[in-house]
């Protein structure tokens, strides 16, 4: 079986907070930072991906697709390394891919009914839900920059939902903020399998495993046929793999709170294609809950930083403490 070892300094080096005078790209904090911009970059270019192919694929369809991309980019990579494909921790492997659908489920949803920028913000309650989660599962109780994280971001949500507004579009709505909760779980996931598999391994067990979950629910609408609308699944599927990979990539260095913090970058350049490529114009109240939300997510990161990486994953809440 081959074993993967992350860099040392990615466990060593981590500081307890970003000075920004002194940021060197060879850092291992400042690598997880750039390595998750560059992931948001690339899932908004996803979410464009979704949002044109949505008149000719059904969401199962899609997320076969998005899937079948990315085990198309690693088939060179698992022929070459056939021993590590089997995995060295096949429950968070399985428990990572299975609620990882579930957030592309919600997320695509989202995007196919909802303007972009607002079905990625929701996605984006990932780090409020880590908070809460990392709570919940590890008793490491939330600091007070991250309880006023939590009600704001509450608040930022409410706006961009408008539950006063006439013909809002709920479902929609439920399904990015689930996707929000879905993505902080995979997020915990895969910080656990941070010394025991490559990134590699971890998308393409993902891969797989939506795909074939997915496949059986494609018989009943016809596959498009215009070369078009395919385009625009494969680039959705592109920007979903490049997206998997750096995301993976990035929490060798970065906790699970800061990393998914760092990807609220992808709020941003989502609100921007959907301006420039849909014509989607923003209300008053939506840009300040669009703001709300993606400052209770960057402000406790600046204040509290990433916090130095732990040797080995942190023990739950009803396991024994060393």
């Known amino acids: 079986m081959c074993e993967h070892v992350e860099p ?32 948001s970059l690339c899932f908004s270019v996803m979410g464009v991906g979704v949002r044109l192919a949505r008149d ?14 990315a085990i198309c980019m690693l088939l060179p990579w698992a022929l070459t390394h056939r021993s590590a494909l089997g995995g060295n921790a096949r429950f968070w492997l399985v428990a990572r891919a299975l609620v990882g659908t579930l957030a592309v489920y919600g997320n695509f949803y989202a995007l196919q009914t909802i303007p972009l920028g607002t079905a990625t913000v929701l996605n984006q309650t990932s780090p409020v839900f880590a908070v809460l989660l990392v709570w919940g599962l590890f ?3 939330p600091q007070p920059v991250n309880v006023v994280a939590v009600v704001t971001a509450i608040t930022g949500t409410i706006l961009i939902f408008k539950p006063w507004a006439p013909n809002i579009h709920v479902w929609g709505w439920l399904a990015g903020l689930a996707s929000g909760f879905f993505a902080a779980i995979a997020f915990i996931a895969i910080r656990r399998m941070r010394f025991s598999e490559r990134p590699e391994v971890i998308v393409l067990w993902f891969s797989v495993i939506s795909a074939s979950l997915s496949l059986p629910f494609c018989g009943s609408d016809p596959w498009p046929v215009s070369l078009t609308v ?12 490049g997206g998997q990979w750096f995301m993976v990539r990035s929490f060798a260095y970065l906790t699970a709170t800061a990393g998914s913090t760092a990807g609220l970058l992808g709020s941003v350049f989502a609100v921007g294609w959907g301006i420039l490529l849909f014509g989607e114009v923003m209300a008053g109240w939506e840009w300040l809950g669009i703001v709300l939300v993606i400052g209770s997510g960057m402000v406790p990161a600046l204040i509290v930083g990433n916090r130095q990486l732990a040797e080995k994953p942190s023990p739950f809440r009803w396991q024994p403490r060393n």
């Not at 990615?10 to 060197?24: E, F, V, Y």
């Not at 694929?57 to 991309?69: A, D, I, K, N, Y």
């Open 56 to 69: 000719g694929f059904s969401l199962p369809q899609l997320v076969v697709v998005r899937g079948t991309v």
């Open 230 to 241: 395919w385009a625009y699944g494969v680039l959705a599927g592109l920007g979903a793999y």
């Open 8 to 39: 040392r300094d990615s466990l060593a080096g981590s500081q307890t907070s970003l000075n920004i005078r002194s940021l060197d790209w060879r850092t291992p904090q400042v690598r997880g930072y750039l390595a998750m911009v560059v992931a």
């Open 139 to 141: 008793g490491r109780r």
